[in-house]
């Protein structure tokens, strides 16, 4: 079976693996072990304690905090409860005039902002940039994931969660 | 007919009775164990090895009987071996969007009893280019030939090439203009257009005679026959060597396990959930010549789709909330759809192993009767459905690309395709006979980026993973101009951690010729339809299109003055406006325009992918060399990335990573100051969403969704807290 260390991991994660390695891993059979390794490696990366039980983002996690399953930041920063769209909990710029577009886009023709604007998700805590919509104006803001997390660790991973003492 | 079919059955009622046989057992044609496979599994590989090659081989082959670059040079072609009933065995590389949507055209036939008139005879060959049968476009002509041995059907060979010139109301075969079906081009239904290995005499002339330029097709023909034949000849002595009872046996088991196999390998890199995406296109006609007044001259369309992975390791996708099918050219048939999804999957998950049609069939697209997904008119345009496909696609993978991430193979993830806009032409040609083409180096545009490295430069679209631009010289040989730029284009990649990969524009000059017809299609406008990930920005795709007529490009020349190569990064004047003298043209939408003359300039551009990650993190080093080799401006990496670079003795940038790190706490502590909670721009909104103050197409849009939709209206009410039919006015 394929395996990798979580060395390999890591860097495979933060994009430093060299490319000829990488591109091995691409094209060879996966790795069964992955999850938790990877886990593991993002659990090291951050700073806090809460076991991570799956990544959602570039930094973005559910993790087990204390009764309850949170959508976390990096930076420890908590959008509530994993079942929410943890969008509505963040901070938000919106582009939607051609001044504030043409900062991203500086030479290119721009969408109208009458047609179209962007939105841009950031952790209130740390600034980080976690997600960004395009959309017609009014469009409702899309919740990305609702991840079967009971399903996958029960019947993917065969290491049922704890269940859950409080509601969401 | 058929003199003996390889069951009792006929081919029909075996049709049916694998189609009932999969629904009992939920295993393809009853097949609920491998037996063949646990018998010998390296008898088992080594046969479906055998099979691509005969596929890979004849499509190699085909390709050099071509005399299209389209398929010469770009590669755009498929071939598939099928099972009696027409799903596919084994496959070759190319544009796989195809192998399922031959796979309709063959069920179709059997299925309209084709069995007795026209009859399934061997050496025949039939051939579609019907949506609404299988296939996604008019260019996309498929041609099929049954297998037979021992005097019975055992299989099917079929091969696909995408036409540079169908003879539609404008030229090439992405027809723009085309509003409904009539106006598409030269359509071939189901038909028997060959016999005795040979192609009808009546058919060729019927081609030569309704085509702007048939030596593309007509020798498509010939190449895809071939082909077929190849493959055809090949199964019939490997069943020589296996046995019959064999191949009919390990052909369906073949399928049961790419089936398996697609199942156990969304559960080996996915998560189960609901995953959620959108995009938009919007599309700009209003004023242009030849459009008829039958739908909105301009329109915008939202793309929301809804994936759900089950425990079971099915992939379910759904389009609810979507547009109607309209009276323009970017309907997609059902067969389409499923040609989408299929070249996605094969891409994303099916990169080794068995890939065939058992992949397909552990997966569920539900399409909103009457919108665009699934029109409920077959008098409908097909003829550029890539430009909603791709858009549609583009978020799927998106969707994949989250759960390959949550799940950890990051390696994997991919911000997705984007829309590469076509330029297709027609008229005098430089050899003063009339010609019709499409223009294929779109086949070559920037893909998103990965999560742990940048997208492609120029070497990316969705519909071809082997994507290829041809050789400058080739297609100058089939069109009257000349090139006088390739450029990338700097920043457009959608900006982030890693940025989507460059587009590039190309800038001709008119030559020999008094009469060239222009035309685009597939780009978005005023709406971006494509998107970033996890923080990335999604790519510049809302462009338009520049040229100058009667330009001084010769007197330029002549004198030995500096040309324009290429737009530049003015957005607000172009190198042509800078370097020529001339008739300035601007244009918004499809590039539909009196034609052409020598001496005209003209440029078209492709696009880029969408971002991944937060552009504070990118790498400086990396944008350093980004900047020297112009896939970024030096002030883009300033003012969007928050990287300073210096120069070195040598003019060369060079990441001053001091400033770099001081520039960037700026930029965050600015970004903090200006962001504000999102439940008080909710609240904001919700007055602006009240009034519906919105454009009139934007209204329009939401209007026909609620009104085809009850869900999307049901979301858009409970998320704005209001009624969404009598706020946007819906009966």
């Given at each position: 079976?394929?395996?990798?260390?979580?060395?390999?991991?890591?860097?495979?994660?933060?994009?430093?693996?060299?490319?000829?390695?990488?591109?091995?891993?691409?094209?060879?059979?996966?790795?069964?072990?992955?999850?938790?390794?990877?886990?593991?490696?993002?659990?090291?990366?951050?700073?806090?304690?809460?076991?991570?039980?799956?990544?959602?983002?570039?930094?973005?996690?559910?993790?087990?905090?204390?009764?309850?399953?949170?959508?976390?930041?990096?930076?420890?920063?908590?959008?509530?409860?994993?079942?929410?769209?943890?969008?509505?909990?963040?901070?938000?710029?919106?582009?939607?005039?051609?001044?504030?577009?043409?900062?991203?886009?500086?030479?290119?023709?721009?969408?109208?902002?009458?047609?179209?604007?962007?939105?841009?998700?950031?952790?209130?805590?740390?600034?980080?940039?976690?997600?960004?919509?395009?959309?017609?104006?009014?469009?409702?803001?899309?919740?990305?994931?609702?991840?079967?997390?009971?399903?996958?660790?029960?019947?993917?991973?065969?290491?049922?969660?704890?269940?859950?003492?409080?509601?969401? | 007919?058929?003199?003996?079919?390889?069951?009792?059955?006929?081919?029909?009622?075996?049709?049916?009775?694998?189609?009932?046989?999969?629904?009992?057992?939920?295993?393809?044609?009853?097949?609920?164990?491998?037996?063949?496979?646990?018998?010998?599994?390296?008898?088992?590989?080594?046969?479906?090895?055998?099979?691509?090659?005969?596929?890979?081989?004849?499509?190699?082959?085909?390709?050099?009987?071509?005399?299209?670059?389209?398929?010469?040079?770009?590669?755009?072609?498929?071939?598939?071996?099928?099972?009696?009933?027409?799903?596919?065995?084994?496959?070759?590389?190319?544009?796989?969007?195809?192998?399922?949507?031959?796979?309709?055209?063959?069920?179709?036939?059997?299925?309209?009893?084709?069995?007795?008139?026209?009859?399934?005879?061997?050496?025949?060959?039939?051939?579609?280019?019907?949506?609404?049968?299988?296939?996604?476009?008019?260019?996309?002509?498929?041609?099929?030939?049954?297998?037979?041995?021992?005097?019975?059907?055992?299989?099917?060979?079929?091969?696909?090439?995408?036409?540079?010139?169908?003879?539609?109301?404008?030229?090439?075969?992405?027809?723009?203009?085309?509003?409904?079906?009539?106006?598409?081009?030269?359509?071939?239904?189901?038909?028997?257009?060959?016999?005795?290995?040979?192609?009808?005499?009546?058919?060729?002339?019927?081609?030569?005679?309704?085509?702007?330029?048939?030596?593309?097709?007509?020798?498509?023909?010939?190449?895809?026959?071939?082909?077929?034949?190849?493959?055809?000849?090949?199964?019939?002595?490997?069943?020589?060597?296996?046995?019959?009872?064999?191949?009919?046996?390990?052909?369906?088991?073949?399928?049961?396990?790419?089936?398996?196999?697609?199942?156990?390998?969304?559960?080996?890199?996915?998560?189960?959930?609901?995953?959620?995406?959108?995009?938009?296109?919007?599309?700009?006609?209003?004023?242009?010549?030849?459009?008829?007044?039958?739908?909105?001259?301009?329109?915008?369309?939202n793309i929301p789709i809804e994936m759900e992975i089950t425990t079971d390791g099915k992939i379910v996708m759904d389009f609810e909330g979507t547009q109607p099918w309209g009276y323009h050219s970017m309907n997609c048939t059902p067969a389409g759809m499923d040609g989408g999804?299929?070249?996605?999957?094969?891409?994303?998950?099916?990169?080794?192993?068995?890939?065939?049609?058992?992949?397909?069939?552990?997966?569920?697209?539900?399409?909103?009767?009457?919108?665009?997904?699934?029109?409920?008119?077959?008098?409908?345009?097909?003829?550029?459905?890539?430009?909603?496909?791709?858009?549609?696609?583009?978020?799927?993978?998106?969707?994949?690309?989250?759960?390959?991430?949550?799940?950890?193979?990051?390696?994997?993830?991919?911000?997705?395709?984007?829309?590469?806009?076509?330029?297709?032409?027609?008229?005098?040609?430089?050899?003063?006979?009339?010609?019709?083409?499409?223009?294929?180096?779109?086949?070559?545009?920037?893909?998103?980026?990965?999560?742990?490295?940048?997208?492609?430069?120029?070497?990316?679209?969705?519909?071809?993973?082997?994507?290829?631009?041809?050789?400058?010289?080739?297609?100058?040989?089939?069109?009257?101009?000349?090139?006088?730029?390739?450029?990338?284009?700097?920043?457009?990649?959608?900006?982030?951690?890693?940025?989507?990969?460059?587009?590039?524009?190309?800038?001709?000059?008119?030559?020999?010729?008094?009469?060239?017809?222009?035309?685009?299609?597939?780009?978005?406008?005023?709406?971006?339809?494509?998107?970033?990930?996890?923080?990335?920005?999604?790519?510049?795709?809302?462009?338009?299109?520049?040229?100058?007529?009667?330009?001084?490009?010769?007197?330029?020349?002549?004198?030995?003055?500096?040309?324009?190569?290429?737009?530049?990064?003015?957005?607000?004047?172009?190198?042509?406006?800078?370097?020529?003298?001339?008739?300035?043209?601007?244009?918004?939408?499809?590039?539909?325009?009196?034609?052409?003359?020598?001496?005209?300039?003209?440029?078209?551009?492709?696009?880029?992918?969408?971002?991944?990650?937060?552009?504070?993190?990118?790498?400086?080093?990396?944008?350093?060399?980004?900047?020297?080799?112009?896939?970024?401006?030096?002030?883009?990496?300033?003012?969007?990335?928050?990287?300073?670079?210096?120069?070195?003795?040598?003019?060369?940038?060079?990441?001053?990573?001091?400033?770099?790190?001081?520039?960037?706490?700026?930029?965050?502590?600015?970004?903090?100051?200006?962001?504000?909670?999102?439940?008080?721009?909710?609240?904001?909104?919700?007055?602006?969403?009240?009034?519906?103050?919105?454009?009139?197409?934007?209204?329009?849009?939401?209007?026909?969704?609620?009104?085809?939709?009850?869900?999307?209206?049901?979301?858009?009410?409970?998320?704005?807290?209001?009624?969404?039919?009598?706020?946007?006015?819906?009966?």
């Open positions: 079976m394929t395996s990798y260390s979580k060395e390999v991991i890591a860097d495979l994660v933060s994009g430093t693996l060299p490319w000829p390695q990488t591109r091995r891993i691409m094209s060879a059979y996966k790795d069964d072990d992955r999850f938790f390794k990877y886990v593991a490696v993002l659990q090291e990366r951050v700073g806090w304690k809460d076991p991570i039980l799956l990544p959602v983002g570039d930094h973005l996690f559910i993790c087990q905090s204390g009764d309850e399953r949170v959508t976390k930041c990096e930076c420890g920063h908590s959008f509530g409860d994993y079942r929410k769209n943890w969008k509505l909990k963040a901070a938000i710029i919106v582009r939607d005039t051609e001044e504030s577009l043409r900062e991203i886009y500086p030479n290119s023709d721009l969408p109208d902002p009458d047609w179209m604007e962007i939105r841009e998700f950031i952790c209130p805590q740390c600034g980080t940039l976690h997600e960004v919509e395009s959309a017609a104006p009014g469009y409702p803001i899309v919740h990305d994931f609702e991840p079967d997390l009971e399903g996958f660790y029960r019947d993917w991973l065969g290491r049922p969660l704890e269940p859950l003492n409080k509601g969401g | 007919m058929l003199d003996k079919p390889a069951s009792a059955l006929r081919i029909r009622e075996r049709l049916l009775e694998s189609e009932r046989l999969m629904e009992e057992t939920g295993c393809y044609d009853g097949i609920t164990e491998l037996k063949l496979r646990n018998q010998d599994p390296l008898k088992f590989e080594t046969l479906h090895t055998k099979l691509r090659a005969y596929c890979v081989s004849a499509r190699e082959m085909a390709r050099r009987i071509s005399a299209s670059p389209g398929v010469r040079e770009v590669g755009e072609m498929v071939v598939a071996i099928y099972t009696s009933e027409g799903d596919a065995i084994a496959l070759s590389n190319g544009i796989m969007v195809h192998v399922h949507t031959m796979s309709r055209f063959i069920k179709w036939m059997i299925r309209n009893g084709y069995e007795e008139n026209p009859q399934i005879r061997d050496g025949d060959i039939f051939a579609n280019n019907d949506a609404f049968i299988g296939t996604v476009q008019v260019p996309d002509v498929m041609d099929v030939v049954p297998i037979f041995h021992s005097g019975k059907l055992v299989g099917w060979a079929g091969a696909v090439c995408h036409e540079l010139e169908a003879g539609g109301i404008t030229p090439g075969g992405d027809v723009a203009l085309a509003q409904e079906r009539f106006t598409e081009g030269l359509f071939v239904c189901a038909e028997k257009v060959g016999e005795n290995n040979e192609l009808r005499r009546d058919y060729v002339i019927r081609c030569e005679r309704n085509l702007r330029m048939p030596i593309y097709w007509v020798l498509d023909e010939k190449a895809k026959v071939a082909s077929c034949i190849d493959m055809r000849e090949s199964v019939k002595a490997l069943i020589d060597e296996i046995g019959l009872d064999y191949w009919m046996q390990v052909s369906k088991e073949f399928i049961e396990e790419g089936r398996r196999a697609q199942l156990a390998r969304t559960r080996q890199l996915t998560v189960p959930g609901i995953y959620r995406g959108h995009t938009f296109y919007g599309h700009v006609t209003k004023g242009k010549p030849g459009y008829q007044p039958l739908g909105d001259p301009d329109w915008l369309y999804m299929f070249v996605t999957l094969t891409q994303h998950m099916n990169f080794e192993g068995l890939v065939n049609d058992g992949a397909w069939m552990a997966t569920e697209l539900k399409l909103p009767h009457g919108t665009w997904t699934n029109p409920d008119n077959e008098m409908v345009a097909t003829a550029t459905s890539w430009a909603l496909l791709l858009p549609a696609y583009g978020v799927f993978q998106r969707l994949l690309s989250r759960s390959f991430i949550a799940r950890g193979f990051v390696e994997e993830a991919f911000v997705g395709q984007v829309n590469s806009p076509m330029i297709e032409m027609g008229g005098t040609s430089q050899y003063g006979t009339p010609f019709g083409m499409a223009h294929f180096e779109c086949a070559a545009a920037g893909s998103g980026a990965l999560a742990i490295k940048d997208g492609l430069d120029t070497a990316y679209v969705g519909w071809n993973p082997e994507s290829d631009m041809g050789n400058i010289e080739i297609w100058e040989q089939n069109m009257p101009m000349l090139y006088i730029g390739r450029s990338i284009v700097p920043n457009s990649g959608g900006a982030g951690k890693y940025r989507g990969g460059c587009s590039f524009l190309s800038t001709w000059l008119v030559s020999k010729t008094d009469h060239l017809r222009l035309v685009t299609s597939e780009h978005s406008s005023r709406v971006f339809d494509n998107g970033g990930l996890c923080g990335g920005y999604p790519a510049p795709t809302c462009q338009k299109h520049r040229a100058v007529r009667h330009s001084n490009i010769f007197e330029l020349a002549e004198n030995g003055a500096p040309l324009a190569h290429h737009t530049g990064t003015n957005p607000y004047r172009s190198e042509l406006e800078v370097r020529l003298e001339g008739e300035h043209v601007t244009m918004e939408g499809p590039y539909i325009t009196a034609p052409h003359k020598t001496g005209d300039v003209f440029t078209h551009s492709y696009n880029g992918g969408g971002g991944y990650g937060d552009v504070l993190e990118r790498d400086p080093v990396k944008t350093a060399w980004d900047v020297e080799n112009g896939f970024l401006t030096k002030e883009a990496a300033e003012g969007i990335f928050g990287i300073v670079l210096d120069e070195d003795e040598e003019g060369f940038p060079v990441a001053n990573l001091d400033a770099t790190k001081r520039h960037r706490a700026e930029m965050r502590a600015k970004r903090l100051a200006r962001a504000k909670p999102v439940s008080e721009w909710i609240a904001k909104e919700r007055e602006r969403v009240k009034t519906s103050d919105f454009a009139p197409e934007v209204k329009k849009m939401y209007a026909r969704a609620i009104k085809l939709s009850a869900r999307f209206a049901r979301d858009f009410s409970t998320f704005w807290d209001v009624d969404a039919k009598s706020t946007l006015g819906v009966e």
